[in-house]
């Protein structure tokens, strides 16, 4: 499954810094002023996204829920050049602009699912198109999970349908570093370039527990065991630690260049505070110790994610600034996931914590509204008082968060990017529709137009060659 | 068990007031029968001995407990036409698994039913979810190399079980035999469909054969026949037509090849899958042929079913195709309940709502010939009292009903939560009981 990570950005950690009490953050800003040192290589395989369609978007008379934690009634959004320019009252179309009547609509940012796993295990599920885990050792920091996508999975139209907007793709749990993370947009691409989230932080999945120690240790290898585990990753960051440290010295002192390592850059960026750690890690005791060995060794995690214990160590969550992605329900299928509460995302929140739902699935990525208002109803069973406009977050500006975009969407608000979901009603009902989906401020959905319904290349002409898949 | 219990305690003439259970009273609910009533929008519904009195939008009667159900719903208990409950516990724990097994048999002689553990903790979770009864089927592992090898597509037969969690709670016995065609089949039988069908069509068969001179196969005074007897016993019941065969199969030319194989040896056919039933349709509802769907699974994960979409059911309905919503398949049996949230898409995608009740409830009875599923005089008291509309993802059952008796609705996941609603430091949480 999957891992997560949250590093912080240099903007966002200093963010967090005056918020939070948080004594890492004073070093990782340390370690973050290394400039010239750019081992997070954001420009190698380099963002060709770019916002197609520049019409004005006019919605008005909605119900929104901001993500910022307020419902407005009866409201207007503005949509204008990508980006969300005005929120209020019987505002003016400018002109050429798409008029969209919300009434009775309801509107909430798009929706970021922050553990995914499309393109890389792509519909049809074959032999040929396994390419989501490098299942050939413990540390595979090497390498990239854009590097498998592919790009004409039907399952991103499906999700588009479903109102996601942004993706984290991930690398599979097999590993105790299974590699590196993409943010993409969720538009159609020739590219995984095409997709790519400007400016987005990489992530490093990290996994816990059962999964690298089965899949090793049946091989006779190490890690056999959860110790096994943390001596894994323990010595993967000293080596870290004195890689970067060599590249310190050689930007400081000059002599020879060092040498490239694929591996270790990836946890250096770490370490320098550029790529946001999302770790994979069901057990409260793990999620401790795995929090311990960033301390150790300076760094910040972002996210557990299938955290299905969290919400035994919730406290612990907030005190360390990390995030946790959780399933509505999901239970039982190994013993890191038996001890489930449907609460959990509820008392993870409840306890200030950085909350989120999140898929890994191609069925359950198209129903994230659903999963959020099961887990709201989970929390409001448990007594806490969990309004939509609350659990919202969950689906939005928590897995921004998570990434390190909600400088950039997640919310409803003035300057962020143009990524909302118009809804045919309450998004927390099994009977509404997503209606329209905009990306940038682009139409990239719309339920009553098929023409403006994405197909991948993979779906034409497949089960008839004259007509559509669906 | 119970009913033997009371059967027995009929025929010796020594029934005690001691079997009897107390008489409910739901009282103002709304009230979908899934039966001749229809739907009623505030009813009273009396429960007697475990079976349902009487339905009426009033009732002047006197009960042992009544149950206020003003502004809830009322409906039949959710049936979940396929799971492993009592067969698995953990998943990727082996010990705790007890569904499929690997030999030399081709499987159909496979019951699972002495492994059945009622005290299983899925048992109270999926009642709490609405669940009250479900049938319980074998399975088969196509990543299991000895399963393979061995080429097995029989899983072996099911039962129905009611989620009481009680030591007697086997409701019925060699409620269907399960098969795997298709795409499945063909992983099980060294690679292709046609081989998986010729492995069931031998069986089904040789069956036969075995039913016309079992006299003399079992003296030995026979040529040898590719199954065991016990196998080949187990099938009787399939070509006798009284037990139903499921068979798992997704793409459309592979439902069509499985009706003809029914109709050929005259089994009662169930049509376990179907991810793209819809393009034949009209075909299965003409031959009658009941399906098992798992609504919610849009996804063309393979290439057979590269024609899954979210309005299979209602179009499989519509044809005059009996529906049946299983759990959604990544959720696994843990969280069978779910099935109503399938359906509640399904009607998002239109199925019509009183269909998708019946999905989950009476259609799943009618296909396993199961009790239940239905609120009117003389059914089975499985009876579930929701917080709003069933099929909402923001309700939930607040009482639950097997056999007229009130269940708990506490598990192991609402003990957890109550034990660290408010996480802190120290060692209190252990003394939370």
Known sequence: MQLHSRVFGRGIAALLCASLLMSACGEKKAGGEQRSLDFSRLDAFPSTYSVTQSQPVLIQDATLLTGTGEQLENTDLLLEGGKIVRIGQDLKAPEGALVVDGTGKWVTPGIIDVHSHLGDYPAPSIESSQD??????????QVWAEHSVWTQDPQFPLALAGGVTTLQILPGSANLFGGRSVTLKNVPGRSVQDMKFPGAPYGLKMACGENPKRVYGG???SPSTRMGNVAGYRSAWIDASNYKKKWEDYVEKGGDEPERDLGLETLAGVLNGDILVHNHCYRGEEMAVMMDVADEFGFQISTFHHAVEAYKVADLLAENNVCAAMWADWWGFKHEAFDMTEANIAIVDQAKACAMIHSDSGVSVQHLN?????????????????QPKDAVTWMTLNPAKALGIEAQTGSLEKGKMADVVVWSGNPFSVYTHVDQVFIDGALMYDRFDKKRQPRSDFELGILDAEGERL | MKKLAVFCALALGVLTAGTQAESVLIKGGKVHTLADKGTLES????IVDGKVEQVAPTLNVSADRVIDASGKVVTPGVIAPISELGLVEISAASGTNDHAVTGESIGSAFNPLPAYNPKSTLIPFNRAGGVTSAVVFPAISTWDT???????????????IKLNGEFDSVEAKDVA?????GETGAQLAGGSRANAFAKVESALSQAREYRDNRAAIRKGDWRELDYSLADLEALQPVINGTEPLLITVNRASDILVVIELAQAFNVKLVVLGAAEGWMVANQLARAQVPVVIDAIDNLPISFSSLGARFDNAALLTKAGVKVAISGPGYASTHNVYLSRQSAGNAVAHGLPYEEALKSISSNVADIFNLDGGTLEKGATADVVVWSGDPLEVTSYPEQVLIDGEPQSLVTRSTRLRD???????????????
């Open chain 1, 132 to 141: 989501g885990n490098e299942m050939t050792s413990p540390n595979t920091a």
């Open chain 1, 219 to 221: 091989k006779g290898t």
């Open chain 1, 370 to 386: 659903e999963e959020v208002a099961k887990a709201m109803t989970a929390g409001q069973r448990a007594g806490f008082d969990i």
């Open chain 2, 43 to 46: 009813a009273d519904v009396l």
């Open chain 2, 146 to 160: 000895a399963a393979v090898e061995a080429q097995r597509v029989f899983a072996g037969r099911g039962f129905a």
């Open chain 2, 177 to 181: 035999q399960k098969a795997y065609l």
């Open chain 2, 419 to 433: 034990r660290h609603l408010k996480p802190g430091k120290g060692s209190g949480f252990g003394y939370r009981h």
